[in-house]
Structures are given as structure tokens and as C-alpha cells.
């Protein structure tokens, strides 16, 4: 059972990492050897040029800088919203909380692709149309609901008595979310930690409907111009994704032990 299992594993691990490796070994190839050579051979001269190229001429720290500015402030803001909000939901008694978070879950199913005229049009009324808040807002809009459904199914299945007893020492409801649930939380929030980053840096049909100049451009919309001007130089081109995902990548490294724990903590309770 457990052979079966590891080679299910290993089959797996293969059919994830074979488009990685192969973007990796093409970043390190020229024009006239990705055109000639095996997909999967080695590069036979290493063209560590590529990435150079890929830097400068793509501007990839810019839109890295970009991007990473828009997720460091909105990620962590969007999961305290969502967290305070879960909480409210979940722990206060109030008539309409089931109607609230119905709200929020519907929220959570609108596709963004026909929200997308009227969100230009807002942004536009608003002057933060191709602005870093313009682009922030929209992604706190759409990232909140999804997560309030997350973490409410977390909170509900704290046990009543870890409330009381809170209450009984003393400690108001702020206090409570701040100091008890909230630290309970940290898988779930970790988890979706990693989504939402993941989420905001790959995130493509807003950011070209909202953002228009090159200095306000973000990772996406980097790699989407970068292949327009050397969509022929595949190794280059793969230099730049290989870079792109870096930080992504970094990310799960950093926040995976708690992402297994984390991912099935939203269930709800009934």
C-alpha cells in the first residue's frame, strides 16, 4: 500500500515539476539552440546572458517592485478585514448574521471579468485609475468575501467554553478576537496567506484594465509586454518567468509547514 502510494507520489511530483524544468533549461539556451535541440537537453553553452536581459531590458524590478508593493499592503489588510469580519459573524449573536455572510459568499461567486466595465468606470470617476490604491481597493474587494467564508468556518469551530471563559476573566470582544482567536487562526490564515499572495501576484484582467502606463505595471502585464518584443528569444522569455515566480515561490517555503493544517480549517460548522 504504501509503494503504491509513493509511486503515485513520485508520479505526481514529475507531471508538476516537467513545465518548471522545462522553462528552467530553455532560460539558459539561445535563439538558434531552443530552435535546434531536444526540448529536454541540456543547454550545450550555458547563455547565462538571458537573465540579464530579462532584468534589463524587460524592466522586470519595476513591475517586481510593483507588484510586491501591492501585495505586502494589501494581503495582510485584506486578511485582518476578513479575519474581523469572520469573527463578527461567527461569534456575535445578531438576527441577520446567516444573511451577512450569505452576502459575502455570494460576493465571493461574481467572476471579475463582467465586473471589469463598470470597475473602470469607478476607478475613472474616482481619479485612481492607473494608480497603485486603484488596483489595491478592487483586489481587496474581491479577495475579502472568499476569505470571510474561509475563516468563519474556523471561528465557529472554537469551543464556546474558550469564549466564556474569556468573558468571564474579563476580556471584551476585541480582546478576544485579538489575543485568543485570532492566534488559533494562524494555519488557516497562513494558508490563505499564500492563496491571496499567489492570487495578487499573478492576477492578470484587472491589472491590464486598470493599470496603462509602463511605471504602474505589474508582474503580468510585464511578462505580457516582454513577450510582445521578444516573443521570438524564448530564452530570454523563460529567463523572465523563471524570475517572476521567485518570490512565489519564497512565499510557500516560508509559509508551508502551516499550509497543510491550514488549507481544511474553513469547514463550516453547522
Given at each position: 500500500?504504501?509503494?503504491?502510494?509513493?509511486?503515485?507520489?513520485a508520479?505526481?511530483?514529475a507531471?508538476?515539476?516537467?513545465?518548471?524544468?522545462?522553462?528552467?533549461?530553455t532560460?539558459?539556451?539561445?535563439?538558434g539552440e531552443?530552435?535546434?535541440?531536444?526540448?529536454?537537453?541540456?543547454?550545450?553553452?550555458?547563455v547565462?546572458?538571458?537573465y540579464?536581459?530579462?532584468?534589463e531590458?524587460?524592466?522586470?524590478w519595476?513591475a517586481?517592485?510593483n507588484?510586491m508593493?501591492?501585495?505586502?499592503?494589501k494581503?495582510?489588510?485584506?486578511?485582518?478585514?476578513?479575519?474581523?469580519?469572520?469573527f463578527?459573524?461567527?461569534?456575535?449573536?445578531?438576527?441577520?448574521?446567516?444573511?451577512v455572510?450569505?452576502?459575502?459568499?455570494?460576493?465571493?461567486?461574481?467572476?471579475?471579468?463582467?465586473?471589469l466595465?463598470p470597475?473602470f468606470?469607478t476607478m475613472?470617476?474616482l481619479d485612481?485609475?492607473?494608480?497603485r490604491?486603484?488596483?489595491?481597493l478592487?483586489?481587496?474587494?474581491?479577495g475579502?468575501p472568499?476569505?470571510?467564508f474561509?475563516?468563519y468556518?474556523?471561528?465557529?469551530a472554537?469551543?464556546?467554553?474558550?469564549?466564556?471563559?474569556?468573558?468571564?476573566?474579563?476580556?471584551?470582544l476585541?480582546?478576544?478576537?485579538?489575543?485568543?482567536?485570532?492566534?488559533?487562526a494562524?494555519?488557516?490564515?497562513a494558508?490563505?496567506?499564500?492563496?491571496?499572495f499567489?492570487a495578487?501576484?499573478?492576477?492578470?484582467a484587472?491589472?491590464t484594465?486598470?493599470?496603462?502606463?509602463?511605471?504602474?505595471a505589474t508582474?503580468?502585464?510585464a511578462?505580457?509586454?516582454?513577450?510582445?518584443?521578444?516573443?521570438?528569444?524564448y530564452g530570454?522569455?523563460?529567463?523572465?518567468?523563471?524570475?517572476?515566480v521567485?518570490?512565489?515561490?519564497?512565499?510557500?517555503?516560508?509559509f508551508?509547514?502551516?499550509?497543510?493544517?491550514?488549507?481544511?480549517?474553513?469547514?463550516?460548522?453547522s
Open positions: 500500500m504504501s509503494i503504491g502510494l509513493w509511486i503515485a507520489l508520479v505526481s511530483a507531471v508538476w515539476a516537467a513545465p518548471f524544468v522545462f522553462v528552467v533549461l532560460s539558459f539556451k539561445g535563439p531552443v530552435n535546434t535541440s531536444h526540448a529536454w537537453e541540456l543547454p550545450k553553452n550555458w547565462w546572458s538571458n540579464s536581459t530579462a532584468t531590458v524587460g524592466d522586470l519595476t517586481a517592485g507588484s508593493l501591492i501585495a505586502v499592503i494581503v495582510p489588510l485584506g486578511l485582518l478585514l476578513s479575519a474581523a469580519a469572520a463578527a459573524i461567527a461569534r456575535i449573536r445578531f438576527r441577520l448574521n446567516m444573511i455572510l450569505i452576502a459575502f459568499t455570494v460576493g465571493a461567486l461574481v467572476p471579475v471579468q463582467v465586473t466595465g470597475l468606470i475613472l470617476d485612481l485609475l492607473d494608480s490604491w486603484g488596483i489595491i478592487p483586489y481587496l474587494a474581491f475579502v472568499f476569505q470571510i474561509m475563516l468556518g474556523f471561528f465557529r472554537v469551543p464556546d467554553e474558550l469564549e466564556e471563559a474569556a468573558r468571564v476573566d474579563g476580556a471584551s476585541w480582546r478576544q478576537f485579538w489575543s485568543i482567536f485570532l492566534p488559533l494562524r494555519p488557516a490564515l494558508a490563505l496567506f499564500i492563496l491571496d499567489v495578487s501576484w499573478n492576477e492578470y484587472m491589472a484594465t486598470l493599470l496603462q502606463s509602463q511605471r504602474n508582474v503580468p502585464l511578462v505580457r509586454s516582454f513577450s510582445t518584443q521578444f516573443g521570438t528569444d530570454a522569455l523563460n529567463a523572465f518567468l523563471v524570475l517572476s521567485i518570490p512565489v515561490l519564497l512565499v510557500f517555503l516560508i508551508q509547514r502551516y499550509f497543510v493544517r491550514g488549507g481544511f480549517s474553513g469547514a463550516i460548522k
